[in-house]
């Protein structure tokens, strides 16, 4: 209560100087033109707790010298702070660990404890003279670090000397510490391998939007991707598989004869580097190995682990259809893709994955899945008929449900707590089994009434891989999530039990991610929308604000080459029916300020072109509807090409 009274007391002292402005559904209203936060100069993304303006600038100088305690856990901090002041700005950065008036920039630790601040909060004071960062704990240097840079010119992010910026920083007093204690970001990189080095450049995002744990999805029916001594089939044969580019879900079944060449994974040296790499940057890594479901990778490798015939005939998926969701969860399957929880094996052969993990990962968690898992084999499967008599279970869900438990049971022997996605409580499990909520925010709120440990990580907010716009412009998947929506996101909802919840997650599933560039433009900038709602108070939160950050970061990626996502400012098609059948077509845009100008003709519109105004029906014989968007002169919006068609298709008859 005593943290609770202080920050609201902060809140009241340190308000921004706009108003919350709201629509009329009590949602935040679309950002108007010329909304900013604080001022231009200052967008830190996340919002912190408290930010004072102050008069005048810092001026980097030639000669910088930053002043850190000699401590190991501050080593890789302090090299970020030199790259970045030195790569683009040409100055000489060099460190002293004793105190010394000459220094440019002091990172110190508090020998009294200022409980405000926690273990990952910091104060940031920047006046003409000198930088000051204070933290209890080398976590909340590290995060003021990443202020601090976000204070400096766009060009702060470049590769290379960048000529012709006044380097200086605005003066200001920040005073700033997480929300909650989880903020993660979970990297499926099962589903398409990704290389080490490619974690290490997704763990060098995050960390710049104060993400602190990184959730590997090791293990799939698409490719299993940690060595597992003893059991080398599991990479010999559970990580390989063959190439596919299009839809992915929607594949021709693979021949016999094509090359299963496609995957990888990851040594434990490899592992293990992570881990370090991570830890660096005060990120804890948790695995999860997806069971009992999603097991095809391990099911190949290992046939003896299926209650099905014929499993030595299954091949690793390679994007082909192998699941009927036209029924809802769960899904009735084409192919076994589960581990038999009739089986004596199985539980053999997850102990021994489970003792080789819990001994490589030093996070307190291992997620074990349990989503998913389609029934149809089991129901007409003798060995789970036995088990159910033997064991008194009368539905699938109590079948799942035992399996859960001795999963749990293995985990929690090697000295780690169980997690597993919301499903695992239809088996009604011990409230010692942590929970990852996705089904929807109701099945997280349930789940802290029942005393689980939860984190929040619902589909509708805050699952990355689904479309950002349009689908004619976006891979197809069978959802949107739109920047704004993201940004709607509560780590603790209305209805929880806050004292259950762990904090908050943004997932990445990549059946239609091939590749890393294709990663940052799913990731950002919804990510920081997350990052924003895991890290600043609930009452902080302003979209408009918000989004006027935003644009001045998409700046700060141009000039590190990071790709990201420019669909916030896309068009949005709505399409009816007038009285006499005519297709009318409603088009809108997420922000506010721009304007919307369009073709029939199969032209590419400009701002010379007609500018929407209100629903507009297309000429008899029309084929496509183009439509780009403008803030004034400046094109802002993607060229977007609508089939007629596919808007009638989308009106219905």
Same mark, same amino acid.
């Given at each position: ?183 993660g970001l979970m990297f499926d990189v099962a589903r398409h391998f990704f290389t080490k080095a490619e974690i290490k450049q997704y763990i060098d995002a995050m960390v710049r939007y104060k993400y602190n744990l990184l959730h590997l999805h090791l293990t799939d029916d698409e490719g299993w991707r940690i060595e597992i001594k003893g059991l080398p089939k599991l990479t010999e044969v559970g990580a390989w598989r063959v190439k596919k580019e299009g839809e992915f879900g929607n594949f021709s079944v693979p021949g016999a004869d094509e090359p299963r060449t496609y995957g990888g994974f990851y040594t434990q040296e490899d592992i293990k580097e992570? *881990? %370090?790499?991570? =830890? ?7 695995? !999860? $190995?997806?069971?009992?479901?999603? @097991?095809?990778? #391990? ?110 049971? *293995? %985990?929690?022997? =090697? ?7 919301? !499903? $695992?409580?239809?088996?009604?499990? @011990?409230?010692? #089994? ?114 006027? =950050? ?8 141009? $000039? ?94």
């Amino acid at each position: 209560m005593k943290r609770f009274f202080s920050l609201l007391c902060l809140s009241i002292l340190c308000a921004p100087v706009f108003s919350q402005e709201m629509a009329p559904d009590n949602s935040p209203a679309p950002v108007t033109s010329g909304t900013v936060n604080h001022t231009s100069e200052i967008a830190i993304i996340p919002e912190p707790v408290s930010v004072i303006k102050g008069e005048g600038h810092f001026v980097l100088p030639s000669n910088v010298v930053i002043q850190a305690p000699a401590n190991m856990e501050l080593t890789q901090t302090v090299a970020f702070l030199q790259e970045r002041l030195s790569v683009p700005t040409g100055s000489f950065v060099s460190n002293v660990s004793t105190t010394t008036a000459r220094a440019t920039i002091k990172l110190i630790l508090n020998d009294k404890a200022n409980a405000l601040l926690g273990k990952e909060g910091y104060q940031l004071s920047v006046n003409p003279n000198a930088i000051t960062i204070r933290a209890n704990k080398p976590a909340g240097i590290f995060y003021g670090v990443q202020s601090l840079i976000q204070l400096f010119p766009k060009e702060i992010e470049g590769k290379e000397l960048m000529a012709d910026v006044d380097w200086e920083a605005p003066c200001v007093e920040i005073t700033d510490y997480p929300r909650v204690g989880w903020r993660g970001l979970m990297f499926d990189v099962a589903r398409h391998f990704f290389t080490k080095a490619e974690i290490k450049q997704y763990i060098d995002a995050m960390v710049r939007y104060k993400y602190n744990l990184l959730h590997l999805h090791l293990t799939d029916d698409e490719g299993w991707r940690i060595e597992i001594k003893g059991l080398p089939k599991l990479t010999e044969v559970g990580a390989w598989r063959v190439k596919k580019e299009g839809e992915f879900g929607n594949f021709s079944v693979p021949g016999a004869d094509e090359p299963r060449t496609y995957g990888g994974f990851y040594t434990q040296e490899d592992i293990k580097e992570l *881990i %370090v790499y991570a =830890k660096e940057r005060f990120v804890d890594i948790m695995p !999860e $190995i997806d069971v009992p479901g999603h @097991s095809l990778a #391990a099911i190949v490798s290992y046939p003896e682990l299926s209650c099905t015939p014929g499993a030595e005939n299954y091949r690793v998926r390679s994007g082909e259809r192998i699941m009927d969701w036209s029924k809802g969860a769960p899904p009735i399957a084409l192919v076994d893709n589960t581990l038999c929880p009739a089986n004596e094996k199985v539980y053999t052969f997850l102990d021994t994955v489970i003792t080789q993990v819990a001994k490589l990962f030093p996070f307190e968690y291992i997620h074990m899945g349990g989503d998913e898992a389609p029934i149809n084999y089991w129901m007409k499967n003798d060995s789970i008929k036995a088990l159910m008599q033997r064991e008194g279970l009368k539905t699938m869900h109590q079948v799942q449900g035992y399996f859960e438990k001795r999963v749990q049971k *293995i %985990v929690e022997s =090697k000295g780690k707590k169980f997690m597993g996605w919301d !499903e $695992i409580l239809d088996g009604e499990m @011990s409230p010692s #089994a942590a929970v990852m909520n996705w089904r929807g925010t109701k099945y997280g709120i349930d789940a802290t009434k029942k005393k689980h440990e939860v984190v929040m990580s619902p589909s509708a907010y805050a699952y990355l891989d689904y479309m950002q716009a349009d689908v004619i412009t976006e891979p197809k998947v069978y959802a949107s999530l739109r920047l704004s929506k993201s940004y709607e996101f509560d780590p603790v909802p209305a209805g929880a039990d806050p004292k259950y919840i762990k904090g908050g997650q943004a997932n990445l599933w990549t059946e239609q991610v091939y590749n890393i560039r294709q990663v940052e433009y799913m990731v950002w900038p919804r990510g920081m929308a997350i990052a924003e709602s895991v890290w600043s108070p609930a009452e902080k939160k302003h979209w408009p604000g918000f989004f006027s =950050k935003v644009e001045q970061h998409f700046k700060r990626l141009d $000039i590190a080459e990071t790709r990201y996502a420019p669909s916030v400012y896309d068009p949005i098609f709505k399409v009816s029916r007038s009285a006499d059948r005519q297709l009318m077509i409603d088009l809108s845009t997420e922000v506010e300020g721009l304007d919307i100008y369009y073709s029939f003709d199969n032209s590419f519109p400009d701002h010379f072109y007609p500018k929407y105004t209100e629903k507009i029906t297309p000429p008899k014989d029309a084929a496509t509807l183009k439509v780009i968007t403008y803030r004034g002169k400046t094109p802002v919006g993607r060229m977007m090409v609508m089939p007629i068609d596919e808007l009638n298709k989308r009106a219905g008859k």
